[in-house]
């Protein structure tokens, strides 16, 4: 459908208006319905935060050439999609994360509930991450010596971490 | 429990005689966790994928395997299936449509849900009827306990639980309400009502979350932030705002009820009338006039109607339910016909 004010655009906006207890539908696009001021409730999308916060940082800063060393995720294609790719992504992107973080939550730290269990210290993370990866990478290249070694190393500190 | 026993069976978020059943229809608590040492679900290579699928499998089963709860895999599950599951709640839409190895176990009750390979490694929620916000909490503060006995989370002392989405970091927590509103809708109020609570960084979304629309009067109402405040912190603020929004539904009734009690039961009365006489209606103007039947019926207006048969019949005339009922595909000019026959049936007006 077309916008029935300029014609020319798809309507996106579809007013019921009741006025003197006439009922009357309106077909608008985005621009004509800015243009007369009808008022469009945006639901709070973090791709726009991110976007418009990135705007303002492109100047100052080459933030969106970062990139995990882990999981191979640059900052710019979290500002993208946005989704991060591993756990680390929180120590690489901090610094502009930080500002994500006080946008959508007024707050930068946790204060919730703590996990029981040992094993949560991001560096034996990140290096089970570099482990499964390289056990990955040996079984694809059919190196099942080193694949086997890997495996043992994994389920050595998997078990460690459980302690 | 097979799959098709647990579509066909009634689902608890629907139970009536919760407390404030006639306004809020259920409580669900959220959590989302990771597993430390892996990539989030949306960088994991197939075989990554398939593996901690097998891995989540194992842990939930060996920690929660006393409760009953059966695991279904959801990449090899007709289409028809996966959909009822998105009805009942018991899945996320994104995790239906997804490709690849993903699963999710449900308990017999249908209370519990963990879903694996959504967008974080695990979401588990807990539903239960009514406000029961402090309740649903302690279930789903057990189940994590009792699933990290397995696992190890993705934790950072200073961010808490780490999410594939930024917006669900540090408690990974969303508890969220599900508020039928007619009256507000009907007397204009309810934007005021979300103005006020945007400010409390609280989510208005429709029945079936993000970007669906309000159909049948039906809201939820959920915590935005979930970084730099404790699960209790959270469901303080929302144990303090829901129970106005609920004053004030019950004002509006009030206000319609004496102001303009004809036009209220004619509504209610012509809502009844279609219903128990349509020949093919659509599933959005069931709701519609499901919304209008409830409001009658917890009025006091509408009398000798079980509201517990208007309850399940929200989720059962949904397009996915009725064709499971029926017990084939059905194109949408038929589910409508079938639709208006099974809301007759149930209504005991054939």
């Given at each position: ?6 014609k020319k ?5 579809h ?10 539908e ?5 621009d ?6 009808v008022a469009?409730?945006a639901q709070?999308n973090l ?7 990135v705007?303002a940082h ?9 990139t995990?060393p ?7 294609e979290?500002?993208?999609?946005g989704?991060l790719?591993?756990p ?7 610094e502009?994360l930080?500002?994500v973080l006080?946008k ?7 204060l919730?509930?703590l996990p029981?269990r040992a094993g949560?210290?991001m ?8 482990l499964r990866?390289q056990l990955?990478?040996a079984?694809e ?8 070694r890997?495996?043992?190393?994994i389920?050595?500190k998997?078990?460690a971490?459980?302690? | 429990?097979?799959?098709?026993e647990l579509i066909?069976?009634p ?8 407390p404030?059943?006639?306004?809020v ?5 959220r959590?989302a966790?990771n ?5 989030f679900?949306?960088?994991?290579r197939p075989?990554?994928?398939?593996d901690?699928?097998?891995t989540?499998k194992?842990?939930?089963l060996s920690?929660l395997g ?5 695991w279904?895999e959801?990449?090899d599950m007709p289409e028809i ?5 998105v009805?009942?709640?018991?899945i ?5 449509a997804a490709?690849?190895?993903?699963g999710?176990?449900i308990d017999a009750?249908?209370r519990?849900?963990i ?7 695990l979401?588990l ?6 406000l029961?916000l ?6 789903a503060?057990?189940?994590?306990d ?8 993705a ?14 970091v540090?408690t990974?927590?969303r508890?969220?309400?599900?508020l039928?509103?007619?009256s507000l809708?009907l ?10 609570v945007a400010r409390m960084?609280l989510?208005?979304r429709g029945?079936?979350?993000e970007?669906?629309?309000a159909t049948?009067?039906?809201y ?6 979930s970084?730099g405040?404790s699960?209790?912190?959270i469901?303080?603020t929302?144990?303090a705002?829901?129970p106005?929004?609920v004053a004030?539904?019950q ?8 102001e303009s009690?004809?036009?209220l ?7 009844w009338?279609l219903l128990t006489?349509?020949r093919?209606i659509?599933s959005e103007?069931t709701?519609?006039l499901?919304s209008a039947?409830?409001?009658g019926v917890h009025?006091g207006?509408?009398?000798?109607v079980n ?7 929200f989720?059962?005339t949904?397009?996915g339910h009725?064709q499971?009922i029926?017990?084939?595909e059905l ?8 639709r208006?026959?099974f809301?007759?049936?149930r209504l005991?007006?054939?």
């Amino acid at each position: 459908m077309l916008c029935q004010r300029c014609k020319k655009q798809p309507a996106t906006i579809h007013l019921t208006e009741i006025l003197q207890n006439e009922k009357r539908e309106r077909h608008l696009c985005e621009d004509c319905a800015k243009e007369e001021g009808v008022a469009i409730k945006a639901q709070i999308n973090l791709q726009d935060v991110l976007s418009g916060m990135v705007e303002a940082h492109q100047s100052a800063s080459s933030e969106a050439n970062l990139t995990c060393p882990d999981c191979g995720i640059t900052y710019a294609e979290f500002r993208n999609g946005g989704r991060l790719g591993c756990p680390h992504d929180y120590d690489v992107f901090a610094e502009p994360l930080r500002e994500v973080l006080e946008k959508v939550h007024g707050a930068t730290e946790h204060l919730g509930k703590l996990p029981h269990r040992a094993g949560s210290d991001m560096t034996s993370q990140r290096e089970l991450m570099q482990l499964r990866r390289q056990l990955q990478e040996a079984v694809e290249t059919e190196q099942y010596e080193e694949a086997a070694r890997l495996r043992d190393l994994i389920r050595h500190k998997e078990s460690a971490g459980e302690a | 429990m097979k799959l098709d026993e647990l579509i066909l069976s009634p689902s608890p978020w629907l139970e009536p005689g919760g407390p404030q059943s006639d306004i809020v229809l259920s409580t669900r608590v959220r959590l989302a966790r990771n597993i430390a040492g892996r990539p989030f679900s949306s960088r994991l290579r197939p075989e990554e994928r398939q593996d901690l699928e097998v891995t989540l499998k194992k842990a939930v089963l060996s920690a929660l395997g006393d409760t009953g709860i059966t695991w279904f895999e959801l990449g090899d599950m007709p289409e028809i299936d996966r959909r009822c599951l998105v009805e009942r709640h018991l899945i996320s839409r994104e995790l239906a449509a997804a490709d690849g190895h993903r699963g999710v176990a449900i308990d017999a009750n249908q209370r519990l849900a963990i879903m694996a390979n959504e967008e974080d490694h695990l979401r588990l929620q807990v539903i239960f009827c009514g406000l029961q916000l402090e309740a649903a909490w302690q279930e789903a503060d057990a189940i994590d306990d009792r699933l990290e006995a397995h696992l190890t989370y993705a934790f950072s002392p200073k961010l808490g639980y780490l999410t594939a989405c930024p917006t669900n970091v540090g408690t990974g927590m969303r508890a969220s309400v599900m508020l039928h509103l007619p009256s507000l809708a009907l007397t204009k109020q309810i934007e005021k009502v979300f103005r006020a609570v945007a400010r409390m960084r609280l989510a208005v979304r429709g029945l079936y979350g993000e970007g669906t629309q309000a159909t049948g009067d039906i809201y939820q109402i959920s915590n935005q932030a979930s970084l730099g405040r404790s699960e209790a912190e959270i469901l303080r603020t929302l144990g303090a705002v829901i129970p106005q929004i609920v004053a004030y539904e019950q004002q509006a009734r009030e206000v319609l009820a004496t102001e303009s009690p004809m036009a209220l039961d004619d509504r209610i009365y012509r809502s009844w009338g279609l219903l128990t006489h349509a020949r093919t209606i659509s599933s959005e103007e069931t709701l519609t006039l499901l919304s209008a039947v409830r409001l009658g019926v917890h009025m006091g207006r509408l009398k000798g109607v079980n509201i517990g048969t208007v309850n399940e019949l929200f989720l059962l005339t949904r397009p996915g339910h009725i064709q499971k009922i029926r017990g084939k595909e059905l194109t949408e000019a038929e589910r409508d016909v079938a639709r208006a026959e099974f809301i007759r049936q149930r209504l005991g007006v054939i």
